[in-house]
């Protein structure tokens, strides 16, 4: 546990280290260069509540379900629209775009669609404008905005008419018929969601969570669904034998 | 408080009041989500922001204004790019971190074209999506990310 502690905070360690090493050796500079640190932490955190909210009534008011719902093979610039709906609506690392990408497109969604999921989830998240407008300027936010949105769209047209579908990688784990529960390690971030809803199936191990179990009770699979649904990078993967029957 | 913060903010809490009277379970569980998400953070982001006390304090701007000032802003935008590319830290941070550069005199072509492939670009998460979607997909992506980033920048660059 203090391990992984450590894990996560190693950069924050660092620079407090070079900090106290800089304070030893000429104090002046390191009160400078705190003082220097001031104005920035400051605006942060004036803009870190409104990243919160923003993150948050987005995540409540529009569900994501809902919007993949309404995908379905839609092409064209309905289609278009959803992708960039969908991205730029969604919290979360690009990574965490993956396994979504992978069900619209079992679902029927074209490539240029999953390319401007992808892009979109990566650049233009709406609660991160506001802190881009807060450290370079509105106009720097708007026009490198539009500018995104247009080079997105490019690049979705591009790799379409590179790629075929076929040539997707669309190989399914051969494990189906079997109860599983699996945290893909990639994509886990620690965040520790899993572990606090569910202490009995999962545990954190070296900043990770990790299934704790081996055999599973009936009654927990719904538990797990939940757990499924809510953490935030889509890492827990589950195929229950009992729902398939 | 100038006035787009205040106006984030205004916009910022109508949503989230908003959100709060249509369920107030949905938001509570979306507040639980995005506290774990950025709690894990916020040890990056006073860290990094205490770094760029220190850059500020032991990079003399004149030197910031010479490597990544206009004068040669091709080199300055690819490697930036390239830099973006591999770095794997929130875009959260890197936008007072670039702003503290550009605050300094760093062009903001070198600053858009290291934005952009920060989270556009992934080297770091890349076998990952190579996985998910296949080898072509992920070289197809990534490397037209990267050259629309540096388009970008330039595009910026004449703009602003």
Same mark, same amino acid.
């Given at each position: ?19 106290? *090493? ?55 610039? &309905? *289609? ?53 407008? &807060? ?72 900043? &990770?969570?990790?299934?704790? #179990? ?6 927990? #699979? ?24 | ?96 971190? !670039?702003?503290?550069? !550009?605050? !300094? ?56």
């Amino acid at each position: 546990m203090m391990c992984s502690k450590l894990k996560k905070n190693k950069l924050f360690i660092m620079i407090g280290l070079l900090y106290i *090493g800089l304070l030893l050796v000429n104090p002046g500079k390191a009160l400078e260069a705190f003082n220097n640190s001031i104005y920035y932490l400051k605006e942060m955190f004036i803009i870190l509540p409104v990243i919160f909210l923003l993150t948050v009534a987005i995540e409540a008011l529009i569900p994501k379900s809902v919007i993949i719902k309404s995908f379905g093979k839609n092409s064209g610039l &309905k *289609g278009n629209f959803l992708a960039f709906l969908l991205g730029s609506l969604s919290a979360g690392p690009i990574y965490a775009a993956f396994p979504i990408g992978k069900t619209l497109l079992s679902k029927g969604a074209s490539i240029s669609n999953i390319v401007i999921i992808l892009s979109s989830w990566a650049v233009i998240k709406v609660p991160m404008l506001a802190n881009e407008a &807060k450290f370079l300027g509105v106009d720097f936010m708007l026009i490198r905005w539009l500018l995104t949105v247009v080079a997105i769209l490019l690049m979705a047209y591009i790799t379409a008419f590179i790629l075929k579908k076929k040539e997707l990688q669309a190989h399914n784990d051969n494990d189906e018929n079997t109860n599983s529960l699996m945290i893909k390690q990639e994509y886990c971030i620690g965040c520790g969601l899993c572990v606090r809803m569910l202490p009995e199936m999962y545990k954190m191990k070296e900043g &990770k969570a990790v299934v704790a #179990v081996t055999s599973m009770e009936e009654e927990s #699979v719904e538990e797990i669904h939940k757990t499924v649904q809510k953490c935030p990078v889509g890492a827990i993967q589950y195929t229950s034998k009992i729902e398939q029957n | 408080m100038d006035i787009f913060t205040m106006v984030f903010w205004a916009i910022a809490v109508l949503l989230f009041l908003t959100s709060i009277i249509r369920s107030k379970k949905n938001t509570l569980e979306a507040m639980k989500k995005s506290k774990s998400m950025m709690g894990g953070m916020l040890g990056e982001i006073v860290a990094i922001i205490l770094l760029i006390g220190l850059v500020l304090t032991f990079i003399p701007p004149e030197l910031v204004k010479k490597v990544l000032g206009t004068s040669n802003t091709f080199v300055s935008s690819v490697v930036a790019a390239i830099i973006g590319s591999i770095t794997l830290i929130p875009a959260f941070v890197a936008f007072p971190l !670039v702003g503290s550069l !550009v605050d !300094v005199g760093a062009s903001i072509i070198p600053a858009v074209a290291f934005l952009t492939t920060l989270t556009m670009v992934g080297v770091v998460t890349f076998p990952l999506e190579r996985k998910e979607f296949g080898t072509k997909f992920a070289f197809t992506r990534n490397l037209l990310s990267f050259g629309f980033a540096i388009v970008i920048a330039w595009v910026m660059g004449g703009l602003l």
